[in-house]
């Protein structure tokens, strides 16, 4: 009998063993490369060639593919998440900077800076599907939940664009203030938050009515920061919704804010020039791109604060974690 037993023990200690590490990466826009992270031991464990100035980042809900806008080639690049080899490129118009994958996997969302449009792409067939006209500057794009809309930020025409996904067709346009760059959709799809670099602010826009609306506008104030470098970039809110946190790009802060109120509650210290952030699939962390300093901070999401700074390669842009 006991021999039987201790024949079971080491396949029972396969099952409660520590869970394994989620891969992080990280897009350098002036090293044009990505760095790989272990999100356990948060130690660089990689890093590949990337094509020219890579910026926006994400990866297939299955982990199998890894997008990289690849900006000055005016292209997004494939790559195998585990190997780094480039499988193949996407068409994604000129100058991609950001975009969104459909929660299913397919199509992406480009936002093309140079040209004012949101192309669609089918990531399987790598066919254009759409070219959807938008405001000048298209940067931020975001999926709603229920993959019906697709938000774009335009930053000189300082709108936030709805689009509905079956027509490819603009629905409904909020303005915002000033250079509007990230666009975030709590998880339920009942909130929208819009960052506006240049104004300073986050707009807050209600989706449960017919027409999405505007309900509140947080602005920052820190102590001993010009209100000039309060300058809102990357926003992530929790899947509960209880928390929103937001780069604050050369105030090297994010505000930590109420998701039921939006007030905010704090501001952590991170590196220099925020920009970009992730959580890790459980959102036990959050990681920060810090463009300035080269570096990546992270940050406990339940203890709010600042544990650790990882250096990466020159001037980090965008950041992704691998899915379980």
Request: charged fraction near 20%; include cysteine; hydrophobic fraction near 40%.
């Amino acid at each position: 009998m006991l021999r039987s037993a201790l024949a079971f023990l080491p396949v029972v200690l396969m099952f409660v063993g520590p869970a394994l590490a989620n891969k992080v990466f990280v897009s350098n826009e002036r090293g044009n490369s990505v760095t790989v992270l272990d999100s356990q031991s948060w130690e660089v464990i990689a890093t590949f060639p990337a094509g020219n100035r890579p910026r926006g980042i994400t990866i297939s809900p299955d982990g199998k593919e890894l997008y990289v806008c690849a900006s000055d080639d005016d292209t997004v690049r494939v790559f195998d998440p585990e190997t780094y080899e480039e499988l193949h490129t996407l068409p994604s118009g000129p100058d991609p900077e950001l975009f969104a994958l459909d929660p299913s996997g397919n199509p992406l969302y480009i936002a093309n800076e140079d040209d004012n449009l949101v192309t669609v792409v089918d990531v399987k067939t790598r066919q254009v599907l759409a070219e959807v006209p938008v405001g000048v500057e298209p940067e931020g794009v975001a999926v709603s939940p229920d993959a019906k809309t697709v938000i774009n930020t335009s930053e000189t025409t300082n709108m936030a664009h709805f689009i509905d996904t079956s027509s490819y067709k603009i629905v409904h346009n909020v303005l915002v203030d000033q250079r509007p760059r990230y666009a975030e959709f709590t998880a339920d799809g009942k909130k929208l938050y819009v960052s506006s670099e240049i104004g300073g602010t986050v707009s807050v826009i209600d989706l449960s009515a017919a027409e999405p609306k505007i309900t509140k506008k947080i602005t920052f104030a820190v102590p001993g920061v010009l209100p000039e470098w309060l300058q809102p970039v990357g926003v992530k809110a929790t899947k509960d919704g209880s928390r929103v946190f937001v780069a604050l790009g050369p105030a090297n802060r994010v505000a930590v804010i109420d998701g039921k109120t939006d007030e905010v509650l704090d501001y952590l210290l991170v590196g220099q020039r925020v920009w970009q952030m992730a959580f890790t699939p459980d959102e036990e962390f959050l990681i920060t791109t810090n463009g300035n300093s080269n570096d990546v901070s992270i940050i406990d999401v339940k203890a709010e604060e600042v544990i650790r700074s990882v250096q990466v390669g020159e001037q980090p842009w965008g950041v992704v974690v691998a899915p379980n």
